[in-house]
């Protein structure tokens, strides 16, 4: 190919590229307005159950992921370390040197005496056996291995994070290990095997943790400056509108956010779906544009999310229908709630349930003294709460263990075992819901 042509060839490239961006960045608009302009673009459909969280992103959030959107060949975590103890020497009942006084031993003939030790029936002495393996694995002098997903470069992760676990190792007084992971996934993956020993995750993951192999525990959670624990989902109407609760959606027009919104997407199709509503969708944008096309009258509800505020929604708080309002100088009272979801708690630091209770007493009390005593250190642990962490129990996540348990089309808990819980990221939370 000649030189002219080569150019002309690229200059032809370029104006291609230009058009289609130009195109797709007019798809939502065009997607929402079809709804009110022609009812068959989008089919009347059933919002099918969703597969556990596969696909979803546990970012949840306008912000968006500050993850690069690139490809990356994920590390197996069988190739993570980890040192492992002869069963011989894993003895739950050691012998005693110096026997207690009055357990001489005597002829075995006459059936007094000492009787031989009988081994422990399978799945009696579970708890025992993982207490004791943790002890004696931490007298060894193994490091707590602590989780984190990124998908940054390791060098700069690694360096970033060196004063969190120089901080942790000082309140516990041990080793701290920082062990990073691609994915929610195979994070998920370390901690069942018990290749990792804690790490901070989003609710719905320490959920599917707990599903897959009741291992772990919740230890403590962040709090906002309000003192709110968590956050609600929620579905808006207009004012005016004649729709009163879910079952009055059925063929109406509901926007949501695209799906890497829990808030937003997972949670309001979930309750759809379980509910049999039928219902038209447009699917993408922000919380502002559909919230936008609310307004307009272009859909008759949306998806949203509020911080939680004595076991209610603060609609017009911190949340995605209360900057709306700010931002637009709207009212509250312009709007109407139909739905809320149960609370969903943030992110809490999730620990498997073998840890050594010192070590779980210490990790625990690093995490609450943190914001006090290292504020420099919370801030890189946690950047979007700024009211410390409190302790957090497991009952907290228990009202949303309907999201991933059968329903009335048979969807399994157990396909949250195949879950891919790619993309996602810990923010989960008023900075991104």
Known sequence: MDKPSAMSGLYRSVLAILCLLCF???????????????????????????????????NDGEIGSDLPDISIEEVPVEQIPVERLPVEQLTINPPQENAPEGSEEVNAEDGTG?????????????????????????????????????????????RDYAPV????????????DLVILPTWKALL???????????????????????????????????????ATGFR????????????????????????TDRSSISGHFMPMRQLARSGVLVKKAVGGSFADILGALV???????????????????????????????????????????????????????????????DRINLRQAFIDMNEIAPEIYDIVETHRTGGFRLARSEQFDPLKPLLQP???GTSAGSVEKSSLEDNDLRTGESGL
């Open 296 to 358: 307009s009258g272009e859909v008759d509800a949306v998806s949203g999310w509020a911080l939680d505020q004595n076991g209610r929604s603060n609609l017009a708080g911190e949340g995605s229908l209360g900057w709306f309002l700010r931002d637009q100088g709207l009212t509250v009272d312009q709007f109407r709630l139909v739905w809320q979801s149960a609370l969903v708690p943030f992110p809490p630091l999730v620990v498997r349930s073998a840890m050594n209770g010192n």
């Open 24 to 58: 797709s960045g007019g798809l939502f608009a065009i997607q929402i307005s079809a709804l009110a302009q022609n009812s068959d673009v989008l089919e009347e459909i059933i919002i099918e159950p969703l597969d556990g969280l596969e696909d979803f992103d546990l």
């Open 165 to 176: 676990t120089d901080y942790l190792s000082a309140q516990t007084d041990r080793d701290v």
């Open 189 to 227: 993956d370390a901690m069942e095997s018990g290749r990792i020993d804690a790490a901070r995750m989003p609710s719905f993951a320490y959920l599917t943790a707990r599903i897959r192999c009741d291992c772990v525990e919740p230890v403590v959670i962040p709090v906002s400056e309000t003192g």
């Open 114 to 158: 000492p009787q031989p030790q009988q081994p422990a029936t399978a799945g009696t002495d579970t708890e025992t056996v993982d207490s004791v393996a943790s002890e004696l694995i931490a007298e060894q002098g193994r490091p707590l291995r602590y989780g984190l997903v990124s998908r940054d470069l390791k060098v700069a992760v690694e």
């Open 407 to 409: 329903d009335i089309r």
């Open 233 to 256: 989902s929620l579905l808006l109407v207009r004012s005016g509108s004649d729709v009163e609760t879910l079952a009055d959606l059925s063929s109406r027009s509901v926007a949501l």
